[in-house]
Nanobody, 116 residues
Framework: QVQLVESGGGLVQAGHSLTLSCAAS?????MYWYRQTPGKDRNFVAA???????RYADAMKGRFTISRDNTQNTVFLQMDGLKPEDTAIYYC?????????????WGRGTQVTVSS
């Protein structure tokens, strides 16, 4: 089992930036970011495989950047131009199948709040 610990969430004003981090306890193939608001489904944000191929949800393209450090088993999500609608709990996930498959393991999440 892979343990995941997210960090970097917080309160930020609209238009500002925030970078999330997620450290995994072991080597991973694909690392993901999802987000969830109360009463809604957990939605895909971005993913990156160990070769550094990336995928983004359409709404995040151009504003969010996913990256990873394979030597540290860590994934990052840089979020620029934040909007109030980006407010959510952001979850890190890892998996060993394709991008289209949901993560097998999840972190506990980190809250991001964007004020207007």
């Amino acid at each position: 089992q892979v343990q995941l610990v997210e960090s970097g969430g917080g309160l930020v004003q609209a238009g500002h930036s925030l970078t999330l981090s997620c450290a995994a306890s072991g080597r991973t193939y694909i690392m993901y970011w999802y987000r969830q608001t109360p009463g809604k489904d957990r939605n895909f944000v971005a993913a990156i495989d160990w070769r550094l191929n990336t995928r983004y949800a359409d709404a995040m393209k151009g504003r969010f950047t996913i990256s990873r450090d394979n030597t540290q088993n860590t994934v990052f999500l840089q979020m620029d131009g934040l909007k109030p609608e980006d407010t959510a709990i952001y979850y890190c996930g890892v998996g060993n199948e394709g991008f289209a498959v949901q993560p097998k393991y999840w972190g506990r999440g980190t809250q991001v709040t964007v004020s207007s």
